[in-house]
């Protein structure tokens, strides 16, 4: 553009050139004590992040800023200077740098009101850039810099209105000056609205034409405000987007909390619950420092040794940068974790944020499954993994002998017993193709073992572009059912518009999700509609758990993009009785930060479930406090149970729990719970908390274990507000005792990744 060359010759004079990015460069400090096997991949991981290129890591934006400032100083044409120029604007404001890339756009708009130019499309993404840029200054002064409980959960409350107002004030006259000429821009005007929201001044102080509604809590709703008590803990821990561990991974009877996050230098934490309302940062003290990076994150008992462990997942959305390997972290019982990942077999180099745990052969032995990121078009191949557990804390990969090195660009994968046969089926999601669903044939021998994909034939290969999927029974039939949500992909920019479009009762035009109904026999249906989810939510993390104990499973979901300007709401939507789900997010759930894992489990023993969710973008700036929302609900009935394998595996992962109770009414209902950790993106607790609505009676308890060799066991007249202990083999209900707390007050600073 012509445009470009002009504005250079301008703010090439104006601009200095002395950036210096280095204080954004954290070098991970290795803990003297962590094992040598730790070490190992301490190293590994160090240097992955020295070395990554930045124009293949897309998150390395400092990095990236420093390659286009270079361009935009040594062009030989001014026309390409002044684009490079911009694009450093760009990497600046994604990498955090915020006031340095407003500097440079203000430039650049200068240059176009001294020519008395309209904002004209050749010019508007300047334009945009500045007010996002703005917005984003505020955020990082006030969300960031001065956090509190109710920052970015809107509608906003007043504790999270912008004490600093000036980015805000500034964004809001560049998109009303947009919208004057673009009146159709609903990015901008979604935008605009959470701009005056920021202020206080929303609804009322936003001109009708550009108001966007949205929805308040009121009596209507059907639960209780949820509050973020993060921060009360010292929870709140600061970085992109990650995962999340709910566990009681030291066996003292409480809930402990790991979490990663994305940046490749960024601590991965683990927090013990001490059972008096406190959690503790044990990191160092763990053995992991140093163990840093990971999207995602799943656990499991991979050596039957009574203690949890966990699989870190590396390298996701990073193409030819994401040759990252995972890490096995081995639970030493003594509150240490050591990294096995080469000794245990499972060493790879493939970008992954997706893998599933599952007994698939029913020895006993907990396998693991994962999907990798192929790019076909560009040549990268990544076959996805089945590595099968040897019994000896090593594991072999068998995905070849079953056809199930699948090359696709995979975002989750799900092990569940679809037709009830014992045998754990899998499920594929792929972003860009179909999806597939293997079911589970058995074999004589795992040698033999067969695989069968019948996606087609049950009408199950959408979404088109899919992300997370979870297997549950969300109307207590007995059988599995399947919830894919779509991530349109070809339409990341357009959130906000999708947002904005909904919230006017217009129809939206991404992707929606595909609910499949188990009707047995290996047949669903599609109940997507009659069941209230034609919305387009663009989730990246989702968990589904009983929230309200009325005995039906709901989902929270974390939604967003990359793009700084894909701010929408997470998502909370209440099963009611089985039949639909209610958008209930007004109820304190709909966080604007990006949403990625999400894990809930009881943290403070009182019969509910609490929401934990790690926020934050994928850009190097995109940092965003993470979030606990305490459950407020009082007075219900509930059950906890513990099962233990024996000739299962250990964490009896595949269990099929089925609760016979009668209702105040006199009704005999049926209540089913499988054995896992309930989300693709987040990794709920083992421990199975399941909420009983109006019982008086818990008259059978009827568990079906995951092993090849074992049989159903039952029992009966069960009492229920109270925590059992089901070791597989023994007649006897073993009570365990857990005493509520009330969370403390936690003085302490922020915690910063």
């Not at 990015?21 to 003297?32: D, E, G, I, L, M």
């Not at 034939?457 to 919830?483: C, R, T, V, W």
């Not at 604007?592 to 509910?608: E, S, V, W």
């Not at 995951?706 to 066991?713: F, I, L, V």
Request: with cysteine.
């Amino acid at each position: 553009m012509k445009f470009f060359s002009v504005l250079f010759l301008v703010i090439a004079i104006s601009i200095g050139c002395k950036h210096d990015h280095s204080k954004h460069h954290h070098s991970t400090p290795v803990n003297q004590n962590v094992t040598e096997q730790n070490a190992y991949m301490v190293k590994i991981l160090d240097s992955i992040y020295k070395n990554s290129d930045p124009t293949k890591c897309y998150n390395l934006n400092l990095r990236m800023a420093e390659l286009h400032k270079k361009s935009s100083e040594t062009h030989p044409d001014p026309n390409e200077r002044s684009k490079y120029l911009f694009k450093y604007a760009n990497e600046l404001l994604n990498g955090g740098s915020t006031q340095e890339a407003i500097a440079i756009y203000e430039l650049f708009v200068s240059t176009v009101r001294q020519q008395n130019a309209p904002i004209k499309d050749n010019v508007k993404v300047i334009f945009e850039q500045l007010a996002i840029a703005y917005l984003r200054l505020g955020e990082q002064q006030n969300c960031i810099n001065n956090h509190t409980s109710s920052s970015c959960i809107i509608p906003l409350q007043k504790e999270g209105f912008h004490n600093i107002k000036t980015g805000s004030e500034k964004a809001i006259k560049i998109y009303e000056e947009i919208l004057t000429l673009y009146p159709d821009d609903l990015s901008s005007k979604w935008l605009l609205n959470v701009a005056y929201m920021t202020l206080g001044k929303y609804p009322k102080g936003v001109p009708a034409k550009w108001l966007i509604p949205i929805p308040e809590y009121s009596d209507k709703n059907s639960l209780p405000y949820f509050k973020d008590i993060a921060s009360k803990l010292g929870l709140d821990v600061l970085g992109l987007s990650g995962s999340v561990n709910i566990e009681d991974f030291n066996n003292d009877g409480n809930l402990d909390i790991f979490m990663t996050a994305y940046g490749l230098n960024e601590q991965c934490r683990l927090f013990f619950n001490d059972g008096k309302g406190s959690f503790d940062d044990v990191t160092s003290a763990a053995g992991l420092t140093g163990i840093v990076s990971g999207l995602n994150t799943v656990h499991a008992d991979y050596n039957n040794d009574g203690y949890k462990d966990i699989f870190i997942l590396r390298g996701g959305w990073l193409n030819l940068g994401g040759n990252i390997p995972n890490s096995l972290l081995k639970n030493n019982g003594n509150g240490t974790f050591s990294d096995v990942t080469k000794a245990a077999g499972v060493l790879s180099f493939h970008p992954t944020q997706t893998a599933a745990w599952g007994d698939y052969d029913g020895d006993g032995w907990i396998d693991l499954y994962i999907g990798n990121e192929s790019a076909k078009q560009s040549g990268t191949i990544h076959p996805n993994e089945l590595y099968r557990n040897n019994g000896d804390e090593t594991f072999t990969n068998v995905a070849a002998l079953y056809g199930l090195d699948i090359v696709e660009f995979c975002k989750s994968v799900n092990f569940g017993d679809v037709n009830n046969d014992g045998l754990p089926d899998l499920y594929i999601s792929v972003m860009g193709g179909n999806n597939k669903l293997f079911m589970n044939r058995g074999g004589k021998d795992y040698k033999n073992w067969k695989f069968q994909n019948i996606a087609q034939e049950a009408h199950m290969e959408k979404p088109f572009y899919s992300f997370p999927s979870i297997f549950f029974d969300y109307d207590n039939d007995g059988n599995l059912d399947l919830l894919v949500f779509g991530y349109s992909s070809n339409l990341l920019l357009n959130l906000a518009e999708d947002a904005s479009l909904e919230y006017l009762g217009k129809p939206s035009n991404g992707e929606k999700p595909k609910l499949y109904r188990n009707l047995s026999g290996e047949k669903f249906e599609d109940v997507t509609l009659k069941s209230g989810f034609n919305t387009a939510i663009y989730a990246m993390g989702c968990s589904v758990g009983d929230v309200d104990n009325d005995g039906y499973q709901d989902i929270y979901a974390g939604t967003g993009a990359p793009d700084l300007r894909t701010i929408v709401p997470n998502r909370f939507f209440r099963n009611v009785n089985g039949i639909a789900f209610n958008d209930e997010t007004s109820a304190g759930f709909g966080h604007i930060q990006k949403g990625h894992g999400i894990a809930m489990g009881d943290l403070d023993h009182d019969g509910d479930r609490d929401i934990y969710c790690v926020q934050g973008g994928a850009f190097q700036g995109d940092a965003a406090y993470n979030v606990l929302f305490e459950n407020p609900i009082k007075n219900t009935k509930w059950i906890k149970l513990n099962l233990e394998g024996t000739l299962s595996n250990r964490a009896a992962i595949g269990a099929r729990i089925q609760l016979k109770i009668t209702d105040s009414k006199g009704n005999k209902k049926n209540i089913y719970r499988w054995v896992g950790t309930g989300g693709t993106f987040g990794s709920s607790c083992l421990q199975q908390e399941i909420g009983l609505g109006d019982v008086i009676s818990v008259d059978e308890i009827i568990i079906k274990w995951p092993s090849r060799k074992s049989t159903e066991q039952s029992f009966t007249n069960v009492s229920f507000n109270t925590c059992f202990k089901i070791t597989e083999g023994q007649s006897v209900l073993k009570e365990i005792k857990q005493i509520p707390v009330v969370f403390k007050e936690k003085a302490h600073a922020h915690h910063h990744q």
